[in-house]
């Protein structure tokens, strides 16, 4: 029914993620980094129509390709209500700290906590998980978790950038993510994939 892959873009290593419908070929991509000339020839092999493009944040290495992406497939862009202003505000997504070329592009949906985005018969659960940043979101789609710059293998996300605090990230992870099943794959915004067991017991963060 679904297929899964992900790209690793950008001067960061950021990780793209695609679910794709096996019977109509028609994708949703978690997040946007740079090199979109590499989404969209990824997407072209494929023979994937890209419909949905879903934000856990709205920092600079996950939204460098949205423009260009929107323009190109006409993807709705996806992004929690709380987090809208990052795509407006070069100093709230970092592009101007970082010198980075971002393109302001809107989103098309504002999303909140518990939402349900469907792709036919996929359902993909919005999980808000504030922290680092006021509107990140984590999503839930079957077994597996797209956790963002949320949670990592081990770690958690930096919060010392706008909107971020420590005390708020910890909260979510263990009020939003830890209940979740042992056996949930965690997909994080950089680095390698882990399990929702994996950080239970493991991330020094959790103690």
């Known amino acids: ?17 695609v679910i794709a419908d ?6 949703v991509m978690f997040d946007a980094p740079d090199n979109s000339d590499i989404i969209l020839q990824f997407l072209k092999e494929n023979n994937y129509t890209l419909k949905k493009i879903l934000l856990t944040h709205g920092h600079y290495d996950h939204i460098l390709a ?24 070069y100093t709230l997504n970092l592009s101007a700290k970082m010198n980075a070329v971002y393109k302001k592009v809107s989103a098309d949906n504002f999303i909140k906590d518990n939402d349900i985005i469907k792709l ?9 998980t504030p922290g680092h940043t ?9 077994e597996r978790l797209i956790s963002g710059d949320t ?12 909107t971020g605090d420590l005390k708020t990230e910890i909260d979510s992870i263990k009020t939003r993510l830890m209940p979740l099943d042992d056996e949930i794959k965690v997909y994080p915004g950089h680095g390698m994939e882990t399990t929702i067991g994996n950080e239970r017991k493991e991330n020094p963060y959790l103690r």
């Open 1 to 17: 029914m679904i297929r899964f892959h992900r790209l690793i873009l950008g001067d960061l290593g950021t990780n793209c993620y």
């Open 22 to 27: 096996k019977n109509t070929n028609e994708a």
């Open 66 to 89: 949205l423009s260009d992406l929107k323009e190109e497939t006409g993807a709705e862009i996806y992004i929690h209500e709380l987090e809208k202003d990052f795509l407006d505000d």
């Open 120 to 128: 036919n018969d996929i359902e993909i659960k919005v999980i808000h």
């Open 134 to 142: 006021r509107g990140g979101v984590c999503y839930l789609v079957g």
């Open 151 to 162: 949670l990592f293998y081990h770690s958690i996300g930096r919060t010392d950038t706008p």
